[in-house]
């Protein structure tokens, strides 16, 4: 799970997947008013991941760098879901 984040170095990631872990389910959620970190990174990092191959869930919700209620339901259900 990955909460208003991004991959820095993003350009390596292809590089450095292994097949043992590319069936690992992965979270992203974004704040599209984050003034912290752009949410256009967020995307980026979601992009590069979907295409090194991981199977990548994208959430975006109307707040800054924070955390919501509805963010937390998702990262709930998610859980859920998964485990």
Known sequence: MLLSTWLPLAQ???AEASPANSGMPLLIAHG???DMVPIAYGQAS????R???YAVEWREYDIAHAV????IDDIGAWLRRIL
């Open 51 to 53: 295409l090194a191959g």
């Open 46 to 49: 979601r992009d590069a991941l």
């Open 12 to 14: 390596t990631l292809a």
């Open 68 to 71: 919501s209620s509805d963010e």
């Open 32 to 34: 599209r008013q984050d």
